[in-house]
């Protein structure tokens, strides 16, 4: 698999905390790519810092071989890399049509074809029956497909989404997973943050582990879940292989 996202050497702080440390990784081209890891590892900053929001204080990201840090939300989106947000972040007094064509304008010029590009991305979202309720009438699984939508109009290549499964009932999540399924099956490639092991490691080849801002290791679920050192920084001890 052609490397579609390369982060090299990264490190960010804020103040006296390190967020992330030296971080190194790839993303293949149509991977699903898990990033894992304990409350405050450092995985929405890495999110912030490969979306554009944060520039790195160290190190590089680099969009199919062309360097992406540092240069801004906007120029990111530009490029093909989209995100949804840990804490849901819809506008609440506009329709599901209204949000999601905000996404669609990051590649329409006109509202026509903004708003057929949203309609399409609405549907794909399983979302059409609300296309005219205003967002903040939605459930909360529906508010994050509104979410997934909105990135997804935008036309990415690389998708990034927070814990786009958390929160949710076994049943919601499994609806969520047939969504990003379905969403690499566009040919999107994904790296998603999660914390609910049991949904998230049989839908990614690989998993990147941080710990206290670091790698920790980068591996297959079957490997991540046989690594002692994860079960002992995250996963605990349910992981542990039977004696
Ligand atoms: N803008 C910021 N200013 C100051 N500190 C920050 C900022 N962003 C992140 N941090 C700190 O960086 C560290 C990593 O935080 P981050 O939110 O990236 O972790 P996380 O792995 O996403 O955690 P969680 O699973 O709880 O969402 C934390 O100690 C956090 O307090």
């Given at each position: 698999?052609?490397?579609?996202?390369?982060v090299?050497?990264?490190?960010?702080s804020?103040?006296?905390?390190?967020?992330?440390?030296?971080?190194?990784?790839?993303?293949?081209?149509?991977?699903?790519?898990?990033?894992?890891?304990?409350?405050?590892?450092g995985?929405?900053?890495?999110?912030?810092?490969?979306?554009?929001?944060?520039?790195?204080?160290?190190?590089?990201i680099?969009?199919?071989?062309?360097r992406?840090?540092?240069?801004?939300p906007?120029?990111?989106?530009a490029?093909?890399?989209?995100?949804?947000?840990?804490?849901?972040?819809?506008?609440?007094?506009?329709?599901?049509?209204?949000?999601?064509?905000?996404?669609?304008?990051?590649?329409?010029?006109?509202?026509?074809?903004?708003?057929?590009?949203?309609?399409?991305?609405i549907?794909?979202?399983?979302?059409?029956?609300?296309?005219?309720?205003?967002?903040?009438?939605?459930?909360?699984?529906?508010?994050?497909?509104?979410?997934?939508?909105?990135?997804?109009?935008?036309?990415?290549?690389?998708?990034?989404?927070?814990?786009?499964?958390?929160?949710?009932?076994?049943?919601?999540?499994?609806?969520?997973?047939?969504?990003?399924?379905?969403?690499?099956?566009?040919?999107?490639?994904?790296?998603?943050?999660?914390?609910?092991?049991?949904?998230?490691l049989?839908?990614?080849?690989?998993?990147?582990?941080?710990n206290?801002?670091?790698?920790?290791?980068?591996?297959?679920?079957?490997?991540?879940?046989?690594?002692?050192?994860v079960?002992r920084?995250?996963?605990?001890?349910?992981?542990?292989?039977?004696?």
């Amino acid at each position: 698999m052609p490397a579609l996202l390369e982060v090299r050497e990264l490190s960010k702080s804020f103040g006296g905390v390190a967020a992330n440390v030296d971080i190194s990784f790839d993303v293949g081209q149509g991977e699903i790519l898990g990033l894992i890891g304990p409350n405050g590892a450092g995985k929405t900053s890495l999110f912030n810092s490969i979306s554009g929001e944060v520039t790195p204080d160290r190190g590089e990201i680099r969009l199919e071989g062309v360097r992406v840090s540092g240069l801004g939300p906007v120029a990111c989106a530009a490029r093909g890399i989209a995100r949804t947000f840990q804490v849901v972040r819809s506008f609440d007094s506009m329709t599901v049509l209204e949000n999601v064509m905000v996404g669609a304008f990051a590649r329409a010029r006109r509202t026509r074809a903004a708003m057929a590009l949203a309609e399409e991305t609405i549907d794909f979202c399983g979302l059409t029956g609300r296309i005219d309720r205003p967002a903040w009438s939605l459930s909360p699984p529906e508010k994050r497909r509104l979410e997934v939508a909105r990135a997804l109009a935008t036309g990415p290549r690389l998708l990034l989404l927070d814990e786009m499964l958390t929160g949710l009932t076994p049943t919601e999540a499994q609806a969520g997973v047939q969504l990003v399924r379905d969403v690499q099956a566009r040919g999107v490639t994904i790296i998603m943050v999660e914390h609910v092991m049991e949904v998230v490691l049989p839908l990614v080849s690989r998993a990147v582990v941080l710990n206290l801002g670091r790698v920790l290791t980068i591996g297959s679920p079957a490997e991540i879940v046989r690594n002692p050192e994860v079960i002992r920084a995250y996963l605990g001890e349910k992981y542990a292989p039977a004696a």
